[in-house]
C-alpha cells in the first residue's frame, strides 16, 4: 500500500542526516488512506488518525518487523462529523488526539455558476467537532482502549490576546490551524501549522490537559512554514514543518531545543537545525511523524504522507546534531 514513487527522487532524503528511507506496509483494509494526517507508536502499535472521518485506526507490528497489521477502529466523535484528526501522541497511558481547531472555507466548483461560486468563498464553516483534544486510554501491551474524554481549546484560542484575531480566519489562509502535538514533561506541546507570524514566529502551546486554562505560548522560527508535527527526544524535539497553505513547497525535518525563540537582551536563542527535506517528486505532502527508536547518534521516523492514491508511510533514520 505504498507508493514507490515516495522514493523515486534524491529529495526525499537529505545525504547528509537523513538515511535508510524505506516504504512500510500495511496491511488491512485502513480508511481514508489519502487523507492520514495523526500518527502516534506506541510499543508494538501504531495508531492512524484522518483528516476526514471520525475513527482511530489501530494496528500491530507483525513478527517480521516491518508489516503493520490492523487490529480495530475506534471511534472519537459521530459517525457523520468530520473530527479532523490533526496529531497523535501517547503518554502515562493515555492517547492525546488533537483535531485542527480551524476554520474552513467552501471550495469553489467548475461545474457551478459564478453566483454560486461567489458565494461559496463568502461561506466559512466552523464545525464544532474540530475543536476537541480527545484523551483516550490505552494500554500498550495489548492495545486495548479504554475511557474517552475530551475537551475544547476553542475558548482558550479565542480569548489569547495574540491568537484571537487569526481564531475565525480559515485556517489555509494563516488562520489559526493545529497540525501537531507530542507528550513531554506530562504536559503536551501543541503545534500550529498557522498562523506564521511577523518574523517567521510559529506558535507552540504548552499545555496540561487537567488544566488547560494556565497554558503557555512559546515560538520556534521555521524559515516561515508551520508546523506539521512535533516527537519528543531525550535531548530536544524534532519538528516536521511545511507551507502554511497549500502551495507547493519543500516539507523539512528540524531539531529544536524547545526554548523560546523570542529574541531579546540577555537572551541567547538558539535557531532551530534543519535536517534535511522530505519532499517528494509526486507531490505528496507529509503530515505526521512518529518515533520508533532513538539512540544518541539517530532516530529512526516513520512519516505519514497524503497523497491522492492509497495510505503512505515510509520510515527513515535520520541523525541527530552534534554527530
Known amino acids: 500500500m505504498t507508493d514507490s514513487s515516495l522514493l523515486e527522487d ?6 547528509e542526516r537523513i538515511r535508510k528511507v524505506r516504504p512500510v506496509a500495511l496491511t488491512g483494509v485502513v ?3 489519502t487523507d492520514l494526517s495523526g500518527i502516534a507508536v506506541v510499543d508494538d502499535f501504531l495508531v492512524l488518525g484522518a483528516d476526514a472521518g471520525h475513527q482511530l485506526q489501530i494496528l500491530r507490528r507483525d513478527a517480521d518487523r516491518r508489516t503493520w497489521s490492523l487490529q480495530q477502529k475506534v471511534a472519537v466523535a459521530e459517525q457523520d462529523q468530520n473530527a479532523d484528526i490533526a496529531a497523535i501522541t501517547f503518554g502515562r497511558g493515555e492517547l492525546y488526539i488533537v483535531c485542527s481547531h480551524s476554520k474552513k472555507r467552501r471550495p469553489m466548483q467548475p461545474d457551478l455558476s459564478v453566483r454560486k461560486n461567489r458565494q461559496r468563498l463568502y461561506d466559512v464553516d466552523a464545525d464544532p467537532s474540530r475543536n476537541r483534544l480527545y484523551r483516550l486510554a490505552f494500554d500498550p501491551k495489548t492495545g486495548k482502549t479504554g475511557k474517552l474524554a ?7 484560542l479565542r480569548k489569547d490576546p495574540l491568537l484571537k484575531p487569526f481564531f475565525g480566519i480559515p485556517g489555509k489562509e494563516n488562520g489559526v490551524d493545529i497540525k501537531g502535538m507530542t507528550f513531554a514533561n506530562r504536559r503536551l506541546l501543541i503545534g500550529f501549522r498557522g498562523p506564521v507570524l511577523r518574523g517567521n514566529h510559529v506558535p507552540v502551546m504548552d499545555i496540561d490537559y487537567e488544566n488547560p486554562k494556565g497554558y503557555q505560548l512559546a515560538f520556534v522560527r521555521l524559515e516561515g512554514q508551520g508546523i506539521r508535527d512535533i516527537v519528543t527526544l531525550k535531548h530536544g524535539f524534532l519538528i516536521l514543518s511545511g507551507p502554511m497553505n497549500d502551495v507547493p513547497g519543500s516539507y523539512r525535518l528540524w531539531w529544536w531545543d524547545g526554548a523560546d525563540q523570542i529574541p531579546g537582551k540577555g537572551r541567547n536563542v538558539e535557531a532551530a537545525v534543519m535536517l534535511g527535506v522530505v519532499s517528494t517528486p509526486g507531490g505528496a505532502r507529509a503530515e505526521g511523524m512518529a518515533l520508533l527508536k532513538q539512540t544518541d547518534a539517530y532516530a529512526d521516523l516513520v512519516l505519514v504522507y497524503e497523497t491522492n492514491t492509497a495510505a503512505q508511510l515510509v520510515s527513515m533514520r535520520v541523525v541527530l546534531p552534534g554527530d
Do not use: C, N
Open 10 to 15: 534524491s529529495t526525499v532524503q537529505s545525504p
Open 31 to 33: 480508511d481514508a488512506g
Open 150 to 156: 475530551h475537551i475544547d481549546l476553542s475558548k482558550r
